[in-house]
């Protein structure tokens, strides 16, 4: 028997509404319509709960449907790689933030380009990032300190005589831009790896 139907017939048998599952579930009734019409399928997590709801074992839950499995499965897999993908762009996120810190005060001719590439690695670290609501408060103080920790390190430096001798109006709005811009993306670089790094050890 299919999941979808086996969904049904144990809701019928427990003689339970949809609504009344949904509320159990705290999902949404055309939720549970869409697993029993096998539009879609609960993920692992949800599984555990429905059997909870129905008092049944997993195993007379999905009653061996392959279909299902093979769907776990490609869930499985996708979540193994996004881990990967985490992992990696977390500790290049660290390996660049040292190396512009280096290029910064040694005055490397590299600088902007592993800028560049930390930019890139920036948005891709951002796209796998799922930020939960929980996670925004620290995610906002670490943020600002990293802000303010940048300014303090970073802004003495452009001002000691690094700044090039033109008196172009222009030309300084757009180094101290620059700057800015440059505190910023260091400082969300080192706030998502924080919030990555120690998810992806609880493979979160």
């Known amino acids: 028997m299919r999941f979808s139907e086996n969904l049904k017939l ?8 949809q609504t009344a599952v949904a509320d159990k579930l705290h999902v949404s009734r055309k ?33 061996e449907d392959l279909g299902m499995l093979k769907q776990y499965e490609a869930q499985a897999a996708t979540s193994r790689r996004s881990i990967r993908i985490k992992l990696v762009t977390a500790y ?11 290029s910064h005060f040694f005055g490397w001719q590299v ?27 620290p ?26 001798a033109v008196n172009a109006a222009g030309y300084k709005a757009g180094y101290y831009t620059a700057s800015g811009l440059w505190i910023l993306i260091i ?5 998502f790896a924080a919030l990555v790094h120690p998810k992806v050890g609880r493979k979160n």
């Open 10 to 17: 144990i809701r019928h048998q427990k003689q339970m509404t």
């Open 111 to 137: 600088g902007g380009w592993l800028m560049l590439v930390l930019l890139i690695n920036l948005i891709v670290l951002g796209t796998t990032l799922q930020v939960k609501t929980r996670d925004w408060l």
């Open 31 to 63: 939720t549970i319509s869409s697993w029993e019409n096998e539009r879609s399928y609960p993920d692992i997590l949800m599984l555990v709960k429905i059997s909870d709801v129905y008092d049944i074992t997993l195993d007379n839950l999905m009653k």
């Open 92 to 102: 290049l996120n660290i390996g660049l933030l040292f190396l512009i810190y280096l």
């Open 139 to 164: 995610a906002m103080i670490i943020l600002v300190m990293l802000l303010v920790l940048n300014f303090a390190i970073v802004w003495p430096l452009r001002l000691k005589g690094i700044l090039p």
């Open 187 to 191: 400082s969300l670089s080192g706030c």
